[in-house]
């Protein structure tokens, strides 16, 4: 399955991109901020969160990732 790294996951484009593919790619999703368990964008297996403060980290996050598409 190929994977996507996937940011913006929470606004319009993303949460429909999200919506229409989630069952046929694997996604980590790179948000900014923590968000709520009741506020899951989706309950997917194929969907990984990755949350990150500051915008050096995430280099470091996503460097053992095998990711397909950005």
Request: charged letters at 30%; proline letters at 0%.
């Amino acid at each position: 399955m190929k994977t996507i790294l996937l940011t913006g996951a929470t606004g319009f484009i993303g949460k429909n991109f999200l919506k229409i593919y989630k069952n046929k790619y694997f996604f980590y999703l790179l948000l900014k901020k923590k968000i709520r368990k009741y506020d899951k964008i989706t309950n997917s297996k194929n969907v990984k969160y990755i949350f990150f403060k500051k915008n050096n980290e995430i280099s470091n996050l996503i460097k053992k990732l095998k990711i397909n598409y950005f």
